[in-house]
C-alpha cells in the first residue's frame, strides 16, 4: 500500500467518523450541554485532521513531480 492510498484510507474514517458525529447532533441525541460540546469538538477535530491529511497528499504530489 503506498502512502497515498494510507492517507486516503484515513480521510474516508475521518469523514465517516464526522459525518456519524454530524447525524448524532442532528438527531438530537446529545443529552446534556457537555455532550453536545463534546461531540462538536471531536466533529472540529477531525475537519482539522481532514484538512491536514489534504495538505499532505499535496506536498505528496508535489514532491513526486
Known sequence: ???QTV????KDKFKD???LRVE????????TLEEYK???G???GLALATDILDDL?????????
Do not use: P
Request: proline letters at 0%; a neutral charge.
Open 24 to 31: 448524532f447532533l442532528a438527531t438530537g441525541s446529545a443529552n
Open 1 to 3: 500500500m503506498n502512502d
Open 42 to 44: 471531536i466533529i472540529r
Open 17 to 19: 467518523e464526522q459525518k
Open 38 to 40: 463534546h461531540v462538536a
Open 57 to 65: 497528499v499535496q506536498r505528496l504530489e508535489k514532491s513526486n513531480d
Open 7 to 10: 492517507l486516503s484510507h484515513l
